[in-house]
Protein backbone atom coordinates (compact mmCIF):
# COMPACT_ATOMS: atom_id res chain seq x y z
CA UNK A 1 0.00 0.00 0.00
CA UNK A 2 1.32 3.66 -0.64
CA UNK A 3 2.27 5.23 2.13
CA UNK A 4 2.11 8.82 0.26
CA UNK A 5 -1.87 7.81 -0.73
CA UNK A 6 -2.21 8.53 2.84
CA UNK A 7 -0.30 11.16 3.36
CA UNK A 8 -3.56 13.29 2.86
CA UNK A 9 -6.78 11.75 4.61
CA UNK A 10 -9.89 12.78 2.90
CA UNK A 11 -12.76 13.58 5.58
CA UNK A 12 -16.65 13.54 3.94
CA UNK A 13 -18.78 14.31 6.60
CA UNK A 14 -22.22 12.55 5.73
CA UNK A 15 -22.89 9.23 7.47
CA UNK A 16 -23.72 8.52 10.91
CA UNK A 17 -20.35 7.06 10.73
CA UNK A 18 -18.68 10.33 9.62
CA UNK A 19 -20.52 12.41 12.79
CA UNK A 20 -19.81 10.00 15.25
CA UNK A 21 -15.78 10.48 13.98
CA UNK A 22 -16.41 14.06 14.64
CA UNK A 23 -17.50 14.07 18.18
CA UNK A 24 -17.85 10.88 20.24
CA UNK A 25 -14.91 8.74 19.47
CA UNK A 26 -12.94 9.90 22.49
CA UNK A 27 -15.59 9.71 24.86
CA UNK A 28 -16.93 6.32 23.81
CA UNK A 29 -13.63 4.45 22.78
CA UNK A 30 -11.73 6.42 25.81
CA UNK A 31 -9.42 6.64 22.57
CA UNK A 32 -6.98 9.35 21.79
CA UNK A 33 -7.52 11.45 19.15
CA UNK A 34 -4.05 12.78 16.98
CA UNK A 35 -4.20 15.08 13.95
CA UNK A 36 -1.20 14.81 11.35
CA UNK A 37 -0.62 11.42 11.19
CA UNK A 38 0.68 9.43 7.85
CA UNK A 39 -0.24 5.65 7.58
CA UNK A 40 0.78 2.38 5.49
CA UNK A 41 -0.90 -0.56 5.47
CA UNK A 42 1.77 -3.62 6.15
CA UNK A 43 0.46 -7.39 4.93
CA UNK A 44 1.87 -10.16 6.82
CA UNK A 45 4.86 -10.96 7.72
CA UNK A 46 6.61 -10.31 4.65
CA UNK A 47 6.06 -6.80 4.61
CA UNK A 48 5.75 -6.06 8.38
CA UNK A 49 9.14 -7.89 9.60
CA UNK A 50 11.26 -5.83 7.04
CA UNK A 51 10.02 -2.55 8.09
CA UNK A 52 10.50 -3.30 11.74
CA UNK A 53 13.97 -4.73 11.43
CA UNK A 54 15.27 -1.38 9.49
CA UNK A 55 13.33 0.69 11.66
CA UNK A 56 15.00 -0.50 14.52
CA UNK A 57 18.72 -0.64 12.19
CA UNK A 58 18.02 3.13 12.21
CA UNK A 59 16.88 4.07 14.92
CA UNK A 60 18.93 6.94 17.16
CA UNK A 61 17.57 7.23 20.30
CA UNK A 62 15.53 4.81 21.66
CA UNK A 63 13.25 1.52 20.79
CA UNK A 64 10.44 0.02 22.75
CA UNK A 65 8.74 -3.23 21.76
CA UNK A 66 6.06 -4.97 23.43
CA UNK A 67 4.68 -8.08 22.20
CA UNK A 68 2.62 -10.51 23.58
CA UNK A 69 4.72 -13.57 21.85
CA UNK A 70 8.44 -13.45 20.77
CA UNK A 71 9.14 -17.30 19.03
CA UNK A 72 13.32 -18.57 19.48
CA UNK A 73 13.40 -19.25 16.18
CA UNK A 74 14.72 -17.62 13.11
CA UNK A 75 12.92 -14.29 13.19
CA UNK A 76 12.62 -14.08 17.19
CA UNK A 77 16.68 -14.50 16.97
CA UNK A 78 16.37 -11.82 14.33
CA UNK A 79 14.83 -8.84 15.98
CA UNK A 80 17.11 -10.20 19.16
CA UNK A 81 20.59 -9.56 17.27
CA UNK A 82 18.93 -6.19 16.03
CA UNK A 83 18.04 -5.24 19.29
CA UNK A 84 21.62 -6.45 20.11
CA UNK A 85 22.97 -4.12 17.49
CA UNK A 86 21.55 -0.76 18.84
CA UNK A 87 22.21 -1.37 22.08
CA UNK A 88 26.03 -1.67 21.55
CA UNK A 89 25.76 1.31 19.52
CA UNK A 90 23.93 3.22 22.66
CA UNK A 91 19.99 3.31 21.87
CA UNK A 92 18.35 2.59 24.77
CA UNK A 93 16.10 -0.88 23.70
CA UNK A 94 13.44 -1.93 25.58
CA UNK A 95 11.39 -4.90 25.38
CA UNK A 96 8.70 -6.32 27.03
CA UNK A 97 6.86 -9.22 26.62
CA UNK A 98 3.98 -11.64 27.99
CA UNK A 99 5.07 -14.33 30.55
CA UNK A 100 1.64 -16.55 29.42
CA UNK A 101 2.12 -15.43 25.89
CA UNK A 102 6.05 -16.94 25.54
CA UNK A 103 5.37 -20.36 28.15
CA UNK A 104 6.81 -23.07 26.26
CA UNK A 105 8.06 -20.86 23.35
CA UNK A 106 11.32 -18.58 24.40
CA UNK A 107 14.10 -20.42 26.20
CA UNK A 108 15.46 -18.01 29.20
CA UNK A 109 18.70 -18.49 27.14
CA UNK A 110 16.86 -16.21 24.49
CA UNK A 111 16.47 -13.66 27.31
CA UNK A 112 19.64 -13.74 29.01
CA UNK A 113 21.47 -13.24 25.75
CA UNK A 114 19.29 -9.74 24.76
CA UNK A 115 20.19 -8.89 28.36
CA UNK A 116 23.28 -9.55 28.35
CA UNK A 117 24.10 -6.96 25.14
CA UNK A 118 22.21 -4.16 26.74
CA UNK A 119 18.46 -4.75 26.27
CA UNK A 120 16.10 -4.09 29.06
CA UNK A 121 13.74 -6.82 29.58
CA UNK A 122 11.02 -7.14 30.89
CA UNK A 123 7.86 -10.06 31.93
CA UNK A 124 4.67 -9.10 32.10
CA UNK A 125 2.68 -10.54 34.97
CA UNK A 126 4.55 -13.86 35.64
CA UNK A 127 2.76 -16.39 38.18
CA UNK A 128 2.48 -14.94 41.64
CA UNK A 129 1.56 -17.26 44.87
CA UNK A 130 0.26 -14.25 46.55
CA UNK A 131 -2.22 -13.19 43.33
CA UNK A 132 -3.88 -16.45 41.95
CA UNK A 133 -5.78 -14.99 39.91
CA UNK A 134 -3.49 -12.24 38.31
CA UNK A 135 -2.96 -14.66 35.31
CA UNK A 136 -6.13 -13.88 34.17
CA UNK A 137 -4.54 -10.13 32.62
CA UNK A 138 -2.24 -10.59 29.82
CA UNK A 139 -0.28 -7.76 27.85
CA UNK A 140 -1.64 -8.87 24.53
CA UNK A 141 -0.17 -5.72 23.01
CA UNK A 142 1.95 -5.61 19.34
CA UNK A 143 3.91 -2.53 19.00
CA UNK A 144 6.84 -1.09 18.27
CA UNK A 145 8.39 2.57 18.85
CA UNK A 146 11.41 4.14 16.91
CA UNK A 147 12.75 7.78 18.44
CA UNK A 148 8.67 8.69 19.90
CA UNK A 149 8.45 8.94 15.80
CA UNK A 150 7.72 6.07 14.42
CA UNK A 151 5.38 2.92 15.25
CA UNK A 152 3.96 -0.19 14.19
CA UNK A 153 1.25 -2.36 15.61
CA UNK A 154 -1.43 -4.53 14.62
CA UNK A 155 -1.73 -8.05 15.27
CA UNK A 156 1.67 -10.03 14.44
CA UNK A 157 3.44 -11.37 16.92
CA UNK A 158 7.45 -12.37 16.43
CA UNK A 159 7.65 -15.72 14.81
CA UNK A 160 8.36 -17.60 11.52
CA UNK A 161 4.65 -18.52 11.69
CA UNK A 162 4.60 -15.26 10.53
CA UNK A 163 6.69 -15.64 6.96
CA UNK A 164 5.55 -19.50 6.26
CA UNK A 165 7.87 -22.06 5.37
CA UNK A 166 7.91 -22.17 1.90
CA UNK A 167 10.33 -25.39 1.63
CA UNK A 168 7.68 -27.23 3.07
CA UNK A 169 4.42 -25.27 1.46
CA UNK A 170 3.23 -24.18 4.19
CA UNK A 171 2.24 -20.14 3.65
CA UNK A 172 2.87 -17.72 5.74
CA UNK A 173 -0.15 -16.75 8.84
CA UNK A 174 -2.39 -13.98 7.71
CA UNK A 175 -1.97 -10.73 9.30
CA UNK A 176 -2.37 -7.36 9.08
CA UNK A 177 -0.30 -3.86 11.22
CA UNK A 178 0.26 -0.45 10.17
CA UNK A 179 2.98 2.25 10.33
CA UNK A 180 2.26 5.28 11.94
CA UNK A 181 4.56 8.44 11.88
CA UNK A 182 3.07 11.55 13.58
CA UNK A 183 1.70 12.69 16.79
CA UNK A 184 0.11 9.27 17.25
CA UNK A 185 3.86 7.70 17.37
CA UNK A 186 4.31 9.59 19.72
CA UNK A 187 1.31 8.80 22.17
CA UNK A 188 2.20 4.97 21.30
CA UNK A 189 6.01 5.61 23.38
CA UNK A 190 3.54 6.76 26.02
CA UNK A 191 1.04 3.70 25.67
CA UNK A 192 4.59 1.52 25.98
CA UNK A 193 5.18 3.78 29.06
CA UNK A 194 2.42 2.77 30.57
CA UNK A 195 3.21 -0.92 30.19
CA UNK A 196 6.56 -0.99 31.10
CA UNK A 197 5.93 0.73 34.62
CA UNK A 198 2.94 -2.01 35.14
CA UNK A 199 6.19 -4.16 34.55
CA UNK A 200 8.69 -2.32 37.56
CA UNK A 201 10.14 1.06 37.47
CA UNK A 202 8.87 4.06 35.22
CA UNK A 203 10.79 5.43 32.10
CA UNK A 204 13.05 8.10 32.12
CA UNK A 205 10.74 11.21 31.67
CA UNK A 206 13.15 12.73 29.15
CA UNK A 207 13.06 9.85 26.94
CA UNK A 208 9.38 10.56 25.98
CA UNK A 209 8.30 13.13 23.13
CA UNK A 210 4.80 14.87 23.81
CA UNK A 211 2.50 14.43 21.28
CA UNK A 212 1.49 18.30 20.63
CA UNK A 213 5.26 18.91 20.22
CA UNK A 214 5.64 16.12 17.28
CA UNK A 215 6.12 17.70 14.07
CA UNK A 216 3.04 16.24 11.71
CA UNK A 217 3.59 13.88 9.07
CA UNK A 218 0.46 13.71 7.32
CA UNK A 219 -3.11 14.53 7.24
CA UNK A 220 -4.70 11.59 8.73
CA UNK A 221 -7.20 11.75 11.64
CA UNK A 222 -6.92 8.72 14.04
CA UNK A 223 -7.77 7.70 17.33
CA UNK A 224 -5.48 4.79 19.70
CA UNK A 225 -7.90 2.79 21.94
CA UNK A 226 -4.57 1.85 24.21
CA UNK A 227 -7.09 -1.17 26.37
CA UNK A 228 -5.90 -2.20 29.59
CA UNK A 229 -8.09 -4.44 32.32
CA UNK A 230 -11.75 -3.22 32.98
CA UNK A 231 -11.69 -0.50 30.31
CA UNK A 232 -14.27 -1.71 27.78
CA UNK A 233 -13.34 0.73 25.32
CA UNK A 234 -13.21 -0.79 22.25
CA UNK A 235 -16.20 -2.99 23.21
CA UNK A 236 -18.27 0.03 23.22
CA UNK A 237 -16.91 1.28 20.50
CA UNK A 238 -17.59 -1.69 17.94
CA UNK A 239 -21.06 -2.26 19.66
CA UNK A 240 -21.82 1.25 18.43
CA UNK A 241 -20.26 1.35 15.39
CA UNK A 242 -22.25 -2.10 14.55
CA UNK A 243 -25.59 -0.23 15.72
CA UNK A 244 -24.85 2.97 13.62
CA UNK A 245 -23.39 1.41 10.27
CA UNK A 246 -25.46 2.05 6.83
CA UNK A 247 -24.11 -0.03 4.00
CA UNK A 248 -21.12 -2.01 4.66
CA UNK A 249 -19.05 -3.97 8.14
CA UNK A 250 -16.56 -6.26 7.15
CA UNK A 251 -14.86 -7.82 9.96
CA UNK A 252 -11.57 -10.50 10.58
CA UNK A 253 -11.32 -11.82 13.47
CA UNK A 254 -8.79 -14.91 15.01
CA UNK A 255 -10.51 -15.65 17.95
CA UNK A 256 -13.99 -14.75 17.49
CA UNK A 257 -16.14 -15.34 20.65
CA UNK A 258 -18.34 -12.30 21.18
CA UNK A 259 -20.87 -11.60 23.96
CA UNK A 260 -24.40 -11.87 22.73
CA UNK A 261 -24.96 -8.23 22.70
CA UNK A 262 -22.64 -7.55 19.97
CA UNK A 263 -24.26 -10.95 18.04
CA UNK A 264 -27.61 -9.14 18.24
CA UNK A 265 -26.10 -5.51 17.38
CA UNK A 266 -24.26 -7.65 13.82
CA UNK A 267 -27.40 -9.92 12.90
CA UNK A 268 -29.84 -6.69 13.68
CA UNK A 269 -27.47 -4.56 11.59
CA UNK A 270 -27.78 -7.59 9.08
CA UNK A 271 -31.83 -7.83 8.54
CA UNK A 272 -31.72 -4.03 8.29
CA UNK A 273 -29.73 -4.41 4.65
CA UNK A 274 -26.44 -3.85 5.81
CA UNK A 275 -23.43 -6.28 4.01
CA UNK A 276 -21.97 -7.89 7.45
CA UNK A 277 -19.24 -10.10 7.04
CA UNK A 278 -17.01 -12.05 9.27
CA UNK A 279 -13.57 -13.70 8.17
CA UNK A 280 -12.45 -16.35 10.31
CA UNK A 281 -9.79 -19.07 10.54
CA UNK A 282 -10.63 -22.50 9.27
CA UNK A 283 -8.25 -24.08 11.80
CA UNK A 284 -6.43 -22.35 14.09
CA UNK A 285 -3.59 -22.52 17.22
CA UNK A 286 -6.00 -23.05 19.67
CA UNK A 287 -8.79 -25.67 19.08
CA UNK A 288 -11.24 -25.40 21.78
CA UNK A 289 -11.74 -21.13 20.72
CA UNK A 290 -12.64 -22.43 17.44
CA UNK A 291 -15.07 -24.82 18.19
CA UNK A 292 -16.52 -21.85 20.67
CA UNK A 293 -16.57 -19.77 17.54
CA UNK A 294 -17.97 -22.30 15.24
CA UNK A 295 -21.13 -22.78 17.83
CA UNK A 296 -21.89 -18.93 17.52
CA UNK A 297 -22.24 -19.39 13.83
CA UNK A 298 -26.13 -20.43 13.25
CA UNK A 299 -27.44 -16.85 14.91
CA UNK A 300 -24.90 -14.86 12.82
CA UNK A 301 -26.03 -16.95 9.63
CA UNK A 302 -29.98 -16.81 10.28
CA UNK A 303 -29.70 -12.95 10.89
CA UNK A 304 -27.88 -12.66 7.62
CA UNK A 305 -24.19 -12.18 8.00
CA UNK A 306 -22.25 -13.63 5.70
CA UNK A 307 -19.28 -15.70 7.56
CA UNK A 308 -15.71 -16.68 5.53
CA UNK A 309 -13.15 -19.08 6.29
CA UNK A 310 -9.65 -19.11 5.75
CA UNK A 311 -8.42 -21.51 3.48
CA UNK A 312 -4.36 -21.14 5.34
CA UNK A 313 -3.13 -22.28 8.40
CA UNK A 314 -4.03 -19.04 10.05
CA UNK A 315 -5.61 -16.07 9.66
CA UNK A 316 -4.51 -13.86 12.61
CA UNK A 317 -5.62 -10.14 11.44
CA UNK A 318 -8.21 -8.51 13.75
CA UNK A 319 -9.31 -5.81 11.66
CA UNK A 320 -12.95 -3.86 10.40
CA UNK A 321 -13.94 -1.76 8.07
CA UNK A 322 -17.19 0.21 8.07
CA UNK A 323 -19.01 2.35 5.48
CA UNK A 324 -16.13 3.35 3.38
CA UNK A 325 -14.81 5.91 5.86
CA UNK A 326 -13.54 3.89 9.17
CA UNK A 327 -11.17 1.54 9.48
CA UNK A 328 -9.65 -0.73 12.79
CA UNK A 329 -6.41 -2.43 12.89
CA UNK A 330 -4.65 -3.92 16.09
CA UNK A 331 -4.18 -6.90 18.55
CA UNK A 332 -7.97 -7.39 20.40
CA UNK A 333 -10.04 -9.66 19.51
CA UNK A 334 -14.14 -9.95 19.54
CA UNK A 335 -13.86 -12.12 23.10
CA UNK A 336 -14.11 -11.29 26.77
CA UNK A 337 -10.15 -11.23 26.68
CA UNK A 338 -9.44 -9.21 24.61
CA UNK A 339 -12.20 -6.44 25.58
CA UNK A 340 -11.89 -6.40 29.38
CA UNK A 341 -8.62 -8.22 30.80
CA UNK A 342 -6.52 -7.77 28.40
CA UNK A 343 -3.73 -4.98 27.56
CA UNK A 344 -4.87 -3.73 24.02
CA UNK A 345 -3.88 -1.63 21.47
CA UNK A 346 -5.93 -0.56 18.32
CA UNK A 347 -5.73 1.97 15.93
CA UNK A 348 -9.06 2.92 14.37
CA UNK A 349 -8.75 5.94 11.33
CA UNK A 350 -11.36 7.80 9.75
CA UNK A 351 -10.30 8.34 5.98
CA UNK A 352 -11.57 7.15 2.75
CA UNK A 353 -8.43 6.45 1.38
CA UNK A 354 -7.19 4.12 4.03
CA UNK A 355 -10.47 2.47 4.10
CA UNK A 356 -10.83 1.86 0.35
CA UNK A 357 -7.41 0.04 1.06
CA UNK A 358 -8.72 -1.88 3.91
CA UNK A 359 -11.63 -2.97 1.66
CA UNK A 360 -9.74 -4.21 -1.34
CA UNK A 361 -7.41 -6.14 0.65
CA UNK A 362 -10.91 -7.75 2.38
CA UNK A 363 -12.09 -8.60 -1.14
CA UNK A 364 -8.43 -10.27 -2.13
CA UNK A 365 -8.73 -12.37 1.29
CA UNK A 366 -12.08 -13.43 0.10
CA UNK A 367 -10.71 -15.22 -3.26
CA UNK A 368 -9.03 -17.55 -0.45
CA UNK A 369 -11.57 -18.74 1.85
CA UNK A 370 -14.51 -20.95 1.83
CA UNK A 371 -18.06 -19.26 2.89
CA UNK A 372 -19.88 -21.04 5.39
CA UNK A 373 -23.74 -21.16 4.68
CA UNK A 374 -26.89 -22.97 6.03
CA UNK A 375 -28.36 -25.91 4.31
CA UNK A 376 -30.61 -28.46 5.65
CA UNK A 377 -30.63 -26.13 8.82
CA UNK A 378 -27.05 -26.69 9.40
CA UNK A 379 -23.86 -24.29 8.95
CA UNK A 380 -21.94 -26.13 5.82
CA UNK A 381 -18.90 -24.43 4.17
CA UNK A 382 -19.01 -23.50 0.77
CA UNK A 383 -16.15 -22.97 -1.54
CA UNK A 384 -16.27 -19.18 -2.97
CA UNK A 385 -16.23 -18.75 -6.63
CA UNK A 386 -12.20 -18.78 -7.91
CA UNK A 387 -11.12 -20.20 -4.58
CA UNK A 388 -9.93 -23.39 -3.60
CA UNK A 389 -10.60 -26.15 -0.61
CA UNK A 390 -8.78 -25.64 2.35
CA UNK A 391 -6.16 -27.47 2.52
CA UNK A 392 -4.96 -26.82 5.49
CA UNK A 393 -8.08 -28.10 7.85
CA UNK A 394 -6.81 -28.92 11.40
CA UNK A 395 -8.99 -31.32 13.43
CA UNK A 396 -12.14 -30.79 14.22
CA UNK A 397 -12.61 -30.60 18.04
CA UNK A 398 -14.20 -33.44 19.18
CA UNK A 399 -18.22 -34.13 21.26
CA UNK A 400 -16.31 -32.65 24.90
CA UNK A 401 -14.96 -29.85 23.16
CA UNK A 402 -17.96 -28.54 21.65
CA UNK A 403 -19.97 -29.60 24.75
CA UNK A 404 -17.32 -27.47 26.83
CA UNK A 405 -17.64 -24.71 23.70
CA UNK A 406 -21.02 -24.81 24.49
CA UNK A 407 -21.10 -24.33 28.21
CA UNK A 408 -18.28 -21.49 27.96
CA UNK A 409 -19.81 -19.83 25.14
CA UNK A 410 -22.68 -19.32 25.92
CA UNK A 411 -23.50 -17.60 29.45
CA UNK A 412 -25.68 -15.31 28.19
CA UNK A 413 -27.97 -17.72 26.80
CA UNK A 414 -28.00 -20.02 30.14
CA UNK A 415 -28.09 -16.50 32.43
CA UNK A 416 -31.10 -15.47 30.02
CA UNK A 417 -33.01 -19.02 30.43
CA UNK A 418 -32.77 -18.62 33.99
CA UNK A 419 -33.50 -15.36 34.18
CA UNK A 420 -36.04 -14.61 31.46
CA UNK A 421 -34.68 -11.23 30.88
CA UNK A 422 -34.85 -11.41 27.16
CA UNK A 423 -36.24 -13.47 24.40
CA UNK A 424 -34.49 -16.70 23.58
CA UNK A 425 -34.39 -17.32 19.19
CA UNK A 426 -34.49 -20.80 17.97
CA UNK A 427 -31.06 -20.83 17.04
CA UNK A 428 -30.25 -20.92 20.85
CA UNK A 429 -31.99 -24.55 21.65
CA UNK A 430 -29.15 -26.26 21.49
CA UNK A 431 -27.11 -23.72 23.06
CA UNK A 432 -29.25 -24.13 26.18
CA UNK A 433 -29.61 -28.01 25.78
CA UNK A 434 -25.72 -28.25 25.58
CA UNK A 435 -25.08 -25.89 28.99
CA UNK A 436 -27.72 -28.47 30.38
CA UNK A 437 -26.17 -31.75 29.32
CA UNK A 438 -22.76 -29.56 30.94
CA UNK A 439 -23.69 -29.32 34.65
CA UNK A 440 -25.63 -32.93 34.36
CA UNK A 441 -21.81 -34.13 33.64
CA UNK A 442 -20.70 -31.80 36.66
CA UNK A 443 -23.33 -33.30 39.12
CA UNK A 444 -22.93 -36.99 38.49
CA UNK A 445 -19.23 -36.35 38.71
CA UNK A 446 -20.47 -34.22 42.44
CA UNK A 447 -22.27 -37.15 43.43
CA UNK A 448 -20.87 -40.10 42.18
CA UNK A 449 -16.65 -39.09 42.76
CA UNK A 450 -16.98 -36.05 45.16
CA UNK A 451 -13.23 -36.09 45.46
CA UNK A 452 -12.61 -34.96 41.92
CA UNK A 453 -14.59 -31.57 42.68
CA UNK A 454 -13.57 -31.27 46.59
CA UNK A 455 -9.76 -31.34 45.96
CA UNK A 456 -9.20 -29.18 43.23
CA UNK A 457 -11.82 -26.73 44.64
CA UNK A 458 -9.96 -27.12 48.30
CA UNK A 459 -6.97 -26.28 46.59
CA UNK A 460 -8.44 -23.51 45.18
CA UNK A 461 -9.67 -22.20 48.32
CA UNK A 462 -6.28 -22.37 49.91
CA UNK A 463 -4.51 -20.41 47.68
CA UNK A 464 -7.21 -18.18 47.13
CA UNK A 465 -7.37 -17.65 51.21
CA UNK A 466 -3.45 -17.51 51.44
CA UNK A 467 -2.91 -14.53 49.32
CA UNK A 468 -6.06 -12.70 50.70
CA UNK A 469 -4.13 -12.88 54.26
CA UNK A 470 -1.10 -12.01 52.75
CA UNK A 471 -2.44 -9.05 51.04
CA UNK A 472 -4.14 -7.54 54.50
CA UNK A 473 -0.89 -8.38 56.18
CA UNK A 474 1.02 -6.05 53.27
CA UNK A 475 -1.91 -3.47 53.61
CA UNK A 476 -1.30 -3.63 57.60
CA UNK A 477 1.87 -2.83 58.18
CA UNK A 478 2.59 -0.82 54.86
CA UNK A 479 0.14 1.64 56.07
CA UNK A 480 1.40 5.37 56.36
CA UNK A 481 1.16 6.31 60.09
CA UNK A 482 -0.49 9.54 59.43
CA UNK A 483 -2.93 7.31 57.39
CA UNK A 484 -5.52 7.43 60.70
CA UNK A 485 -9.04 8.41 60.75
CA UNK A 486 -9.58 11.24 62.90
CA UNK A 487 -11.84 11.46 65.58
CA UNK A 488 -14.01 15.32 65.70
Known amino acids: MSEARHALGSRNPGTPLDALASNSFCRVADAQQFDGNAVRLLCDGGENYPAWLAAIARARHNVNLENYLFWDDEIGRAFSDALADAARRGVACRVIYDWLGCVGKTSGRFWRKMRAAGVEVRCYNPPRIDNPLMWVSRDHRKVLCVDNQLAFTGGLCI ?30 SQAFADSWLSAGSALPANELTPPEETAAQGDVR ?26 SLWLADAYFVATTAYVRALTTAAQAGVDVRLLV ?19 LLEGGVRIFEWNGPMMHAKTAVADGCWSRVGSSNSNFASWITNRELDITVHDRSLAADMEALYLRDLDNTTEVVLRHGRPRPTPQPGSHEARYLGKRAGTASRLLAGVIGFGGTVGATLARHRVLGASEVRNIAFAGIGLLLFAAAALTRPWLIAYPLGAIAVWVATSLLVGACRLHFEKPPNDKPEHK
Open 159 to 188: GSNWIGHPDRGIPAWRDTAMEIRGPAAAHL
Open 222 to 247: LWVVAGHPDSMGLYRLEQLVAEIVER
Open 281 to 299: PSSGDVPLVGAISRSAYRP
